[in-house]
């Protein structure tokens, strides 16, 4: 109560409590090559690059949506893609979720 402009830190310190050993209020922890659901790459695939035309699986609507590379960035080790359908509409993802167990997905094969 009375906290809602207050960060978390500073209401744990508030409380009395602070946080817990390694623990960290700021961000989450980040997750080891091999230690999370997909592993970290350093190269997204040959079919990534800019101006390429791919699929964005949403899992919600259950459906493949066209999306087109718009920035591929090797240092952060995160595409971005437009939407075909709507261009002001946009995502971030990270190499490691480009693939079949990602939502950035390769285009779909002719015929």
């Known amino acids: 109560q009375g906290l809602s402009h207050v ?5 744990l310190s508030l409380r009395g409590a602070a946080p817990a050993a390694g623990a960290s209020v700021a961000a989450p922890p980040r997750l080891q090559a ?3 659901a997909m592993a970290a790459q350093d190269s997204p695939p040959s079919w990534i690059r800019v101006g390429s035309k791919c699929r964005w699986w949403s899992e ?3 459906t ?3 999306v087109l590379v718009t920035s591929v960035d090797p240092v952060k ?3 971005v893609v437009h939407f075909e359908s709507d261009h ?7 190499f ?3 693939g079949a167990a ?4 390769p285009p779909a094969a002719d015929g």
């Not at 960060?7 to 209401?11: D, Q």
């Not at 002001?88 to 990270?94: M, N």
């Open 7 to 11: 960060g978390v830190s500073e209401a």
């Open 34 to 36: 091999g230690g999370g």
């Open 60 to 62: 919600s609507q259950k």
């Open 64 to 66: 493949h949506h066209s």
């Open 77 to 79: 080790r995160r595409v």
């Open 88 to 94: 002001r509409v946009w995502k971030t993802v990270s």
């Open 96 to 98: 490691s979720h480009i």
């Open 102 to 105: 990602g939502p950035l997905r």
